[in-house]
Structure formats: structure tokens, C-alpha cells
């Protein structure tokens, strides 16, 4: 499956909601791009052209300026209009169908080496099958990937939700080909799903129990996974005691440095210390990870805000504080500690 399991419809358009899966391209996100066309708006145009969605142009409300994709649509519907004095616009979205923008893009380029495909181009999804599949298909070439650990250096740094519920698809692959999923009876359909069954023997092994952590998905975007402050500190404080705790903790994002966290905690005790990774749902804030406090001490912390709503004034706009503030003051009070 391209998406992961409970995944929120309106993500599922979102550039963070881009589609996960064995075939993809440009990280499965499109570029619309919104303009005055003289004196009335807008014209919409989509890059790549060859994205596979269709746009159905209804621009020109007083409205302000909506993008819709019904889920498991590929039709956007532009409305509305862009703010007076706004010239045009880009947005960022996901494409209905990865694997089919994956083709379009490689028949494209094809095309323009002289190559020519006939027929036309389409996309099968599991569990789908096709006879023309069955056979031996011949590798006409292979580029290998980078290692795991830049992997991870981007999907942390830049909390890319694409990389995080591949890797769990990847993990299901290596451990489908075992045959092993210790906690149930009969053996589960998807690589995600053989991912998750590694992930929960993983966490055990560890001493994490059920009660302490339950994921639907890799990148955490689903409002099915629930995890405690105290599951969180055990697999932090379990990494840092492991031959590879430079390259997990090195890929964190650096308070005001990288990341998720370059423009935070800047000009504080937390600055260029605190190591820890970013975490965002409506109503939803964390930051978890390491920090050198004023004695020289190392210190794993998880700070998890659920429930928590923004203050906003009458038009409904977010004000300060912001929910990040409040977590980095407590992250910049801990690098003080024992000063």
C-alpha cells in the first residue's frame, strides 16, 4: 500500500502525505503554481506537466484561494483567489500516483533520448498482478542507494515522512523473507505490516512493552500510534549505549544549527547542544533527544504536549506563544541544569 495506515484524508495531499512505496520520483510531490492572468484570477499549471493530475480551474471568487484533491482522486480543484496584491503563488502537494509519475517521468526522458514507447503508460498496485510480470525480466541497469546512515541524516533532519515509512516497508521485506512474525498467528500481507511485526519485537527486545508504544506506521503521521515520554527515553538511552550511537544521534537536527531545529533555541544554553527530533500533529508537539547540561552531564529527554491548543485572537490566527517555544524553553532549562 502507498499510504500508511491511518493516515488523515487531508494529509494524504499534503507534500508531507506524499506516497510511500517501491516506485517513486522527486519524492512524490508536484508544484502548482497559481497566477493573475491579467486582471482576473488565476491561470493553474502543474511541474512536472506529466505529474498525472488533472486540474479543474474554478478560480475567480472573492474566496480566498483553495487546492482540493478528493482522496484517491487524481483531479485538483483550484477555488477562490489569491490575496490582493499577490501576483502568484507555488504550492506544493502530493501525486495521486507515484509509480504512475515515476513512468511518465521515465518515459519522458526516454522520449527525449529518441527513444519511443508504444502504447501507453500505466501503474498496477498491489494486489494487483500481470501476466506480463511472471516471467524473468531482464535488469538493464541498477544505481545503488546511499548508505542507511545519510538515509537517515535526511528523513531526521528534515522529518521526511516518505523516508520513514519506506525504511519500515524495507525492514518488512528483509523480514518477510524469514517467514517469522512471532506475535501472531497467521502471517501478515504487506511489507508494512511485516515492518510493524519487526518493529514490536524490536521495542521488546529492548524493554518496551505493547503498553508503552503502538505504531500503524513508520513516520509517526498516524493518529492510530501512541507512545509514552518513558518508551521514548528507553530507546534513546538504549541507542547511546550501541556501537552506532554517533551516526543516530549525528543525524538528529542541532538546536540553531540544522534541520528542523536551525532556526530554535538560537543564542541559548540549548544552542549547538541539543540534539533531538522534531514532532508535529494538530494539537500534538514533542521534541526528544540529547543534551549536554552546565556540569557536563549527557541527558536523554521526551517531551510530549498532546491536547494542546495554540492560543489564537478573533480571527482564529496562532499568536505567541508558541507551543515549540514552550518545548525549547524546557530544553534550553535543562541545558542549564547544574550550572
Known sequence: PS???????FDLQTDYGAQAGALGARNNVVHVKI????ARCCSVS?????SGMRVVNLTGSAAPLSLYRPPGSDVLYATGSLRAGVPRGSYALSAPDGALFAANLLRDALTRRGIVLGGSVRALHWPQTDAALAGHPTEIASLASPPLSHLLVHMLK????????ML????????????????RIEPPQTSAD???CAMRAFLARIGIDHGEAMFDDGPG?????LVTPAAVVKLLAWIARQPFANVLRDALPVAGIDGTLKYRMRGSAAADNVQAKTGTLTHVYTLSGYVTDAAGERLVFSLLLNRYRRPTDAFGRNVQPSPQ???????TMLAEHGD
Open 221 to 225: 503521521l498516524s493518529r492510530e500510534d
Open 35 to 38: 497566477a493573475r492572468d491579467g
Open 158 to 165: 528534515h522529518s521526511d515522512n516518505r523516508y520513514a515509512q
Open 3 to 9: 499510504i500508511g495506515d491511518g493516515w488523515d484524508a
Open 168 to 183: 519500515l516497508q524495507q525492514v518488512g521485506v528483509a523480514t518477510a523473507r524469514t517467514g517469522v512474525c512471532a506475535d
Open 194 to 196: 511485516w515492518g510493524r
Open 46 to 50: 502543474v511541474d512536472p506537466t506529466d
Open 325 to 331: 517555544s514552550d518545548l525549547d524553553a524546557i530544553a
